[in-house]
């Protein structure tokens, strides 16, 4: 490959002294708090050594002192462009250890709403990643496009990069009255926004020299460095958790799992585009086979009695204030469950003792594991293309140092 043989001139010739040079924490190509201890040798990059924590935040110790329906709203905060994603990884756990039955019209929701917020968190990285670059006039458009589907959360759940909208049994409450037609009618829009990105980024020659044989991960790597999403599927590996580990119903709808083998920057960037596309059709899949009926499940471990039997039944009124005080009652036990989030295996290890609030909560975060790779992707490459392959890998430090 191109890059080895980069990386042995520079081992075979390397200059007397190497240079250190600190990039971050605070450098906006990082995206967050990251700081990259990188090892120079002229313009060469010889080693990069991320160093983390800047955003620590302990969410997963906070977790296990607020009751399980309280831990939701914390989800929302880690990976601060996947809060549906995240809302449905940790409720999919909780449910599990409950062995609760989801109405199948909440399952649809929960799809519909995942995937809404797959293109919602591509659509910010295609923009940074294009102003990372110097096409500005891409963040403009993709952010654009995104309010687009944030005034759709806002709708269904009040907020709009927090909702917190999926709840341990179902989801908060159902859709408002016209929300499926505004999701159809973004959906026969956005191909066009799509057509507009292609036009200024796919096929543009200074976004192809920057990003073509830039960052190469090979998929012997990938898989070692537990890289996963679309970094992985960029080196050919068609890992997807929507495939090979369906949940939430995935399994019955249809979509392609998007991969390259070319393993570099611009391969990322196709992958994502094309993730995008084919997360528009399962939104269109969900909203034709969306099913009438309850969007919480009625098993009384979860689910508050309704109103009308609160106010003219004791026993419903008691039991309403003991879920509400003393919380759920999760059997002793442990588990792990993971979703497809934007940037790849997104796990939830929870452990129970039987009270009402989680033991132990640790999170499998993908830019966790992805960001270990970013060492191979830069050495032997220019400092100038660190900056795009950071980009490439569409990293939250939120997640990271959680």
């Not at 450098?27 to 010889?46: A, I, N, Q, W």
């Not at 959906?187 to 796919?202: Q, S, V």
């Not at 249809?254 to 393993?263: H, S």
């Amino acid at each position: 490959m191109a890059e080895s043989e980069v990386l042995l001139e520079v081992k075979r010739s390397p200059l007397e002294t190497t240079m250190m040079m600190n990039m971050g924490p605070q450098h906006p190509s990082t995206h967050g708090v990251l700081r990259l201890v990188l090892t120079l040798d002229g313009e060469r990059v010889v080693d990069a050594k991320p160093d983390i924590g800047y955003l620590h935040t302990g969410m997963e110790k906070l977790a296990e002192h607020k009751k399980y329906q309280h831990v939701i709203t914390i989800t929302d905060r880690t990976d601060y462009l996947n809060a549906m994603g995240n809302n449905l990884g940790y409720v999919l756990a909780v449910e599990k250890m409950l062995g609760v039955e989801i109405p199948p019209r909440a399952q649809v929701i929960r799809v519909m709403m995942a995937e809404l917020q797959r293109i919602a968190s591509h659509l910010v990285w295609i923009g940074t990643h294009g102003l990372d670059l110097g096409a500005m006039s891409l963040f403009f458009y993709a952010f654009a496009e995104r309010e687009k589907i944030l005034q759709l959360f806002e709708a269904v759940s009040g907020g709009r990069l927090t909702p917190s909208y999926m709840r341990i049994g179902g989801v908060m409450a159902d859709l408002p009255e016209g929300f499926t037609t505004r999701v159809l009618d973004f959906c026969r829009e956005f191909p066009r926004a799509l057509e507009e990105f292609d036009k200024l980024l796919t096929n543009n020659p200074i976004f192809r020299m920057r990003t073509e044989g830039v960052g190469y991960l090979s998929a012997e790597d990938a898989i070692r460095w537990g890289v996963t999403g679309p970094i992985l599927r960029a080196s050919g590996v068609p890992y997807d958790l929507r495939r090979v580990h369906p949940y939430s119903g995935y399994e019955t709808y249809d979509f392609e799992v998007a991969t390259r083998t070319e393993g570099d920057v611009y391969a990322r960037y196709l992958v994502r585009v094309q993730e995008m596309r084919e997360s528009l059709k399962i939104i269109r899949q969900a909203v034709e086979k969306l099913p009438p009926g309850p969007v919480k499940s009625d098993d009384p471990r979860v689910s508050l009695p309704p109103r009308e039997k609160m106010l003219t039944q004791m026993d419903a009124l008691i039991y309403h204030f003991l879920l509400t005080a003393e919380g759920l009652k999760v059997p002793p036990g442990e588990v792990y469950v993971a979703v497809e989030s934007p940037r790849g295996e997104l796990g939830y290890y929870i452990v129970s003792d039987g009270g009402p609030r989680p033991y132990r909560v640790h999170i499998r975060a993908p830019s966790f594991a992805n960001v270990q790779a970013l060492p191979l992707m830069v050495r032997g490459q220019l400092i100038a293309d660190v900056v795009a392959v950071i980009a490439s890998i569409d990293i939250v430090l939120g997640e990271i140092d959680r």
